[in-house]
């Protein structure tokens, strides 16, 4: 199991979510800001077995769109080893 | 303390600079950072630093002039249930030194005074109760992965 924790900007949320919830993946959004403008973003906590990180990744690659300031980053993410993971 | 999204995002402007502040030194401040952040090694860690409201404007800007980014989360927790900020860093090996010695810069104890009933009086009297609050909690998480797009 492993978690990944990706920012990314608020205004890509809606297509990101729409498109891991459609691929099966659970997501969990934290309302936060931060990065150069400290503009609103997005933290997502995604909880995925380790054969489908790639393709987490994979779709939060596709469904974000290029910022017009090419010193943003369309996202940021870290892959965490999740050593016990309980669903009640 | 503050009591909607709109105060708390107030709450990261310096007061004093924002009658001066605009668009323009904003981007050029963040293409500076972002040479200061590529200069920096690949990202090994993740830091989460739980922080008071108080210090995070001095903290985040200190943080920065380290030329790493910073995303804050509004929390709250501890024992009274206060308002606090999580930040989420990625960090480079080797600093983390640098950083520990930022936060202890910029995130002090302090002592507060809270009101408690006195107890066994007939009526409500306050006393003033000192608590020590602030300081900074931070964990260290390894990461498998690190990517930027």
Known sequence: MKMIIAIIRDQDYDAVSHALIGASFRVTRIASSGGFLRRGSSTLMIGVAEEKVDEGIQIIRDHTTIPDDPGLKRATLFVLDVKDFTQI | ?149
């Open chain 2, 1 to 149: 303390m503050f009591h909607s999204p709109a105060e708390f995002y107030s709450a990261l402007e310096d007061p004093a600079e924002g009658s001066k502040k605009n668009t323009s030194t904003d981007a050029l401040q963040s293409s500076r950072q972002a040479d200061a952040g590529s200069r920096l090694g690949a990202i090994r860690y993740l830091l989460g630093v739980v922080i008071q409201l108080q210090d995070l404007r001095r903290a985040t800007r200190a943080l920065e002039n380290l030329g790493l980014t910073v995303t804050h989360l509004p929390s709250t927790g501890a024992f009274l249930g206060r308002r606090s900020v999580t930040l989420l860093i990625g960090l480079p090996d080797g600093m983390q030194a640098a950083v520990i010695d930022v936060i202890h810069e910029t995130c002090h104890q302090r002592v507060e005074y809270i009101s408690t009933p006195l107890e066994g009086a007939p009526m409500p009297i306050p006393l003033s109760t000192p608590i020590t609050v602030g300081g900074a909690t931070l964990f260290t998480l390894q990461i498998e992965r690190y990517e930027e797009f």
